[in-house]
């Protein structure tokens, strides 16, 4: 299988799809995906939700079409929409029709469960007319049956030939606008599942580990799994399936790319140190409140909250921006140079405003706005903490003395 090189890891090479606007596959940025849990025939609800995740991240965004109603809703909240929208189709191949009268950009159809080859072929006829996409979202927990009892089980290779299953439907009537999924909430079937899948086809691959219930653990498996294979340069497109707020789930999504290095930094990343007996303040309360405030601007910047001055600067050296903690005072830094020392009380706030103008103006401008002095000060708030805690500040050696000590006395 040919492979492009995109930046650590060398992504599988598929060909390209478009939901809307948003290509998938073929070297495109891999995309994230999220899934409304509003009823569909509430458009302001949805639409609502829809900006959310848009907001939180998401490129596309997955609405239930289960009834009449939700079709035409549907119809009300694509032209509104920011984003495209894929409509979730099981069991009724009609709402899957109804969906693309309502102007829908992708369709998902399960072939567990919509399996009337008749059906699916009318389907992707009317989707080829229209150039929409459909993904085959394969899920291990709603196998053919037949295919259930032919493989003794739902084993990779079962949900791989599902997939190819309806391939086949969809090639009788020159429809191959398509991606696949193969999901399953075991992350070591799902991840063999999509390693067979990345061999078998060329289309592109949406990730996800199916049901994998509530943060963290939901979290953990899906990132388990679809890091995995990101990694291995499978994945063109990703979903986190929590049961959780879906705003959650766009913002993992989001945060999996950024975090692997696979899409532009878009929000914040936090940094902090997991404190220890050095820390000058409370490291966690602090890292929460600058989270809060920074979020709410929204703003595409690396901030390091750490606990101490001593270590903390030279640490996170590599931070746009952070704070460290000492003898009551903050020390505000970028890119490891110390710009300027303010009260503690106010290291937030100070934290929060630098960071505004540093997104605005860009660092060099910002080092160049430096306070005079700020990094004699700090150096000397670093030198005196040091000379005070020594670099044993959980005075764990004056701890073992006592111990043995004790003992000795003791024995
Ligand atoms: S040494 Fe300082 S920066 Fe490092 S973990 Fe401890 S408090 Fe945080």
């Known amino acids: 299988m040919a492979r492009v090189t995109g930046s650590l890891y060398e992504r599988r090479q598929t060909r390209q799809i478009h939901v809307g606007d948003v290509a998938v596959g073929g070297g ?57 929208i894929i409509a979730d189709i099981h069991f009724h191949y009609e709402m899957a029709l109804a969906a693309l009268e309502a102007g829908v950009q992708g369709l998902r159809l399960n072939p567990g469960n919509l399996r009337k080859p008749e ?45 190819r299953m309806e391939l086949g439907y969809f090639e009788e009537v020159g429809f191959d606008d398509v991606k696949i999924s193969v999901k399953a909430s075991t992350v070591p079937l799902m991840i063999e599942a999509y390693r067979l899948a990345s061999e078998a086809f060329d289309h592109p691959l949406h990730l996800g580990v199916t049901e994998a219930g509530p943060p963290p653990a939901g979290l953990i498996k899906g990132t388990a799994g679809m890091a995995t294979l990101l990694a291995e340069g499978i994945g063109d497109t990703i979903r986190y399936s929590l049961t959780a707020d879906p705003v959650e789930e766009a913002r993992a999504g989001r945060q999996l790319l950024e975090a692997m290095g696979l899409r532009e930094r878009k929000g914040l990343d936090l940094i902090a140190c997991p404190s220890c007996g050095r820390a000058e303040i409370d490291v966690i309360g602090v890292a929460k409140q600058v989270q809060a405030a920074l979020e709410e601007k929204n703003l595409p910047i690396q901030v390091a909250v750490m606990g101490c001055v001593v270590n903390g600067p030279g640490e996170a050296r590599e931070a746009d921006l952070g704070i460290a903690a000492g003898r009551h005072r903050g020390h505000l830094f970028i890119k490891g140079k110390i710009v300027r020392v303010v009260p503690e009380d106010q290291m937030v706030e100070a934290l929060v405003a630098e960071a505004e103008r540093l997104v605005t103006e860009g660092i060099e401008a910002r080092l160049a706005a430096a306070d005079a002095g700020a990094a004699e000060e700090a150096e000397a708030d670093r030198r005196a903490l040091f000379e005070e805690k020594g670099k044993d500040a959980n005075a764990s050696e004056a701890r073992v003395e006592l111990i043995r000590k004790t003992v000795e006395e003791h024995h």
Not at 44 to 65: E, N
Not at 133 to 159: D, Q, W
């Open 28 to 84: 495109a940025p891999i995309s994230v995906q999220s899934m409304t849990t509003t009823k569909t025939a509430d458009v302001d609800g949805t639409l609502s939700q829809i900006y959310a995740l848009a907001a939180a991240g998401a490129d596309i965004v997955r609405c239930t079409c289960n009834e009449q109603a939700a079709a035409e809703g549907l119809a009300h909240i694509v032209p509104r929409s920011p984003v495209p």
């Open 119 to 163: 059906e699916i072929k009318l389907v992707a006829s009317e989707a080829r007319d229209r150039g929409v996409p459909i993904r085959i979202g394969v899920n291990a927990g709603s196998l053919h049956k037949e295919l259930y009892e032919r493989f003794g089980g739902a084993t990779p290779e079962a949900l791989v030939e599902s997939a």
